[in-house]
């Protein structure tokens, strides 16, 4: 049996954050003494997250973080190595661990995580809801997730970031190039 790479969510700890830029925008860290629990994104429209009452800002508190984050964005790192505990429910968090395992560099239908899970491709619409509630963005790889048809659906910080994220990692296709690629690769060449 795997065990899950995330701790279980401690939901009475004092939630704790800072504030830091990358290349998508300003990202807020959310965690607490033991793990990050949150990556939001600040710059995105009506999906900007923001900071929370009662919250404590711990500059400088999510150092490990910001360094592979930075690794990340610089282009030497492929993974992340952090402690992350997610709040969700056992469906989302089981999609979530199931995201952990999409490669740098690729990316995978939702249907696709439908059967990692031993689920009907009927839940790959449940995969794409608990996909959208993923609240650690880019570390838990959420943008990987593209339509079956190889299209960029769904992504709360807008498919604009979508495909920035995947052009950083090599794995973003120009809209109809799978299509290309295969009648190339049947000696079709080019339908004009």
Known sequence: MMTTPFLPADPGA???YDIVDSPVGRLLLTGDERALTGLYLLDAGSHSASVEPGWIRRAGGFDAVAAQLGEYFGGSRTEFDLPLAPHGTRFQLAVWEELTRIPFGTTVSYGAVAAALGKSPVASRAVGLANG?????????????????????????GVDRKEWLLRH???YREPGAAAAAA???????ALW
């Not at 509630?133 to 910080?157: E, F, K, Q």
């Not at 009648?183 to 079709?188: I, L, N, R, S, Y």
């Open 133 to 157: 509630r993923n609240p650690i963005s880019i570390i838990v790889p959420c943008h990987r997730v593209i339509g079956a048809d190889g299209s960029l659906t769904g992504y709360g910080w």
């Open 169 to 171: 990692e090599g794995a």
């Open 183 to 189: 009648a190339a690769a049947a000696g079709q060449g």
């Open 14 to 16: 004092p939630v704790l």
